[in-house]
C-alpha cells in the first residue's frame, strides 16, 4: 500500500511536469538592450547590447552611443538586470531518479563493480519534475552520472529542455567515471574518528589490474568485442575524459600518479575534499577539479568548520583549474541551490566574477566544451538568462528570461504552480 500511495504521488508530480512544452528554434533576431551582462570571464559589461541569430550569440559590446534597428528583431528591455552565461552543473544524478524511496525510478547505480559500459544518457528523463526547478534558477547545462561500484558507467552532457534524451544531447559520452578505492573510513558521532582500510592495496591493485587490460585491449587488433573493454578505449585515446571519485589526500595522490604511469592526460578529479591540503601539488600536475559541495561539514572534526567555504579560494589561489557540483544527500532536489554555493564562496574570499566563473566557464573547461559555452561571447551557443538581481544571492535572484541556443525557455515549475495556488487561497481566506 506505501509502495502504491508513493507510486500516485510520483504520477502526479509527473502530469505537473508534462504541462512543460519544450521551446521551440530561435526563428527571429532577439535583442537584449541595457542589461548588465556578466560575460563569465571576469568581465562585466555594465550597459550590454547582446544580438542572438540561429541559436548563437551574434554580438555583444557596449551599448552605449549605439543606434539600433528593432523592427527586425524580438526586442527585450533588461535596463538594471543582470545577464549571465547559463550555469552548468556538473557531476549530477539530476533525471536518473525522482523518489528515492520507490525502487523504479533509481536509475543511477547499476549492478556490478566494472561498468563502464553502462551509459546515464540511456536512463535520462527529461520529464522528470524536478528538472524545471533548476532552470527557473540558470542551470541550463548538466553531466548526468551514473553512480556506484568501482567504475561506474559513462556520462553524457545534457540541456535541461528537451522532448527526450537523444533531443537533450549536447555531448554524449563525455567521460567514463570512476570510485577510487577508500584509504579510510570515518564516522560522525559524539567522537569523530577515521580508520585505515585494510583492504585499500587490494582494491587498488584489482583497478591496476581492470585498466591494464583496457589498455591492452585498445592497443590490439582482435576482431572480438568486450563491451566493458570497448567502453573503456576512449579513455585511452584522449575521446572520453576520466572522473576520478576521491577524497582523502592519499586518494589523491595515488588517482593522479596512477593516471601519469598510464600516460592518461584527461584525468579529473571529483569530490577532493582534501584537494585544498595538496592544493601545489594538483596545479604543479595540471589537475582539474569538481570541488564537492560547498554547503558541506568538513571531513574532520579538527579541521575548521568552515574549511568547506574557504576551499575555492585555496584551490584558485595555487592556479588550480576547479569548478563546483552539488553531490550529496538530496542532490537532484537540492541542486538548484547550486548558483547559491558559488555566492557563498564569495563571503570566503572569490570575487563575483570569480565565483561565476566556477560555475561558468571553468565547468566548461573541465567539461571540453568552453568552444560553445561557458561565457558570453560571439560565436558562442546562445544559452544564457536574465535575472532582475544577484543571480549568486538567494536573497536576489529571480530569472525572468532563460534561452538554449536562442530557444526562449518556459520558467513554470510545479513549485512555482503550488506556490500561485495556496498564495490566491490564503488570499481569499484574509479577504474574508
Not at 105 to 118: A, L, S, W
Not at 147 to 175: C, H, I, M, P
Request: aromatic letters at 8%.
Amino acid at each position: 500500500m506505501k509502495n502504491l500511495s508513493l507510486t500516485i504521488i510520483f504520477l502526479g508530480f509527473f502530469a505537473i511536469s508534462l504541462a512543460q512544452t519544450p521551446a521551440p528554434n530561435q526563428n527571429k533576431k532577439i535583442l537584449l538592450y541595457g542589461g548588465i551582462a556578466h560575460v563569465g570571464n571576469g568581465e562585466v559589461i555594465e550597459n550590454s547590447l547582446i544580438i542572438l541569430e540561429d541559436g548563437k550569440i551574434l554580438t555583444i559590446e557596449d551599448a552605449s552611443n549605439i543606434r539600433i534597428d528593432i523592427s527586425d528583431a524580438e526586442y527585450y528591455d533588461v535596463i538594471g538586470k543582470h545577464i549571465y552565461p547559463g550555469l552548468i552543473l556538473p557531476n549530477t544524478t539530476l533525471g536518473l531518479a525522482d523518489i528515492d524511496a520507490v525502487r523504479a525510478t533509481r536509475d543511477f547505480d547499476e549492478v556490478g563493480d566494472f561498468n563502464p559500459h553502462v551509459r546515464s544518457i540511456i536512463a535520462y528523463n527529461t520529464d522528470s519534475p524536478v528538472v524545471p526547478t533548476v532552470r527557473t534558477n540558470g542551470i541550463l547545462i548538466g553531466q548526468i552520472t551514473p553512480r556506484g561500484g568501482v567504475v561506474s558507467g559513462t556520462s553524457s552532457l545534457v540541456e535541461f529542455d528537451a522532448w527526450n534524451y537523444e533531443d537533450a544531447l549536447y555531448k554524449q559520452d563525455d567521460a567514463v567515471h570512476m570510485n577510487w578505492p577508500k584509504s579510510s573510513f570515518s564516522y560522525w558521532g559524539l567522537d569523530h574518528q577515521e580508520k585505515v582500510d585494510d583492504e585499500f592495496e587490494k582494491k587498488l591493485s584489482e583497478v591496476e589490474e581492470f585498466f591494464n587490460k583496457a589498455r591492452s585491449y585498445a592497443k590490439s587488433s582482435s576482431k572480438k568485442t568486450d563491451l566493458r573493454l570497448e567502453a573503456m578505449r576512449g579513455v585511452f585515446n584522449g575521446s572520453k575524459g576520466l572522473f576520478v571519485h576521491v577524497r582523502t589526500v592519499k586518494e589523491i595522490k595515488s588517482a593522479v600518479l596512477f593516471a601519469k604511469n598510464l600516460n592518461l592526460d584527461n584525468l579529473v578529479l571529483v569530490g577532493a575534499n582534501d584537494a585544498w591540503r595538496v592544493a601545489d601539488f594538483l596545479a604543479e600536475n595540471e589537475i582539474p577539479v569538481v570541488l564537492n559541495r560547498v554547503h558541506r561539514l568538513p571531513m574532520r572534526k579538527s579541521e575548521d568548520v568552515d574549511i568547506a567555504y574557504k576551499s575555492a579560494k585555496i584551490l584558485l589561489d595555487a592556479g588550480v583549474l576547479f569548478c563546483l557540483d552539488y553531490e550529496g544527500d538530496m542532490e537532484r532536489m537540492g541542486a538548484r541551490n547550486l548558483p547559491f554555493t558559488a555566492g557563498t564562496t564569495v563571503a570566503y574570499g572569490l570575487t563575483r566574477e570569480e565565483a561565476l566563473m566556477s560555475i561558468t566557464l571553468s565547468a566548461a573547461k573541465i567539461l571540453k566544451i568552453d568552444g560553445s559555452l561557458g561565457s558570453l561571447e560571439p560565436g558562442k551557443d546562445a544559452t544564457l538568462f536574465v535575472s532582475e538581481g544577484d543571480a549568486l544571492d538567494m536573497m536576489t535572484n529571480d530569472v525572468s528570461l532563460a534561452f538554449i541556443r536562442g530557444k526562449k525557455l518556459e520558467l513554470g515549475n510545479h513549485q512555482i504552480d503550488l506556490y500561485e495556488k495556496y498564495k490566491k487561497r490564503h488570499k481569499k481566506l484574509s479577504n474574508k
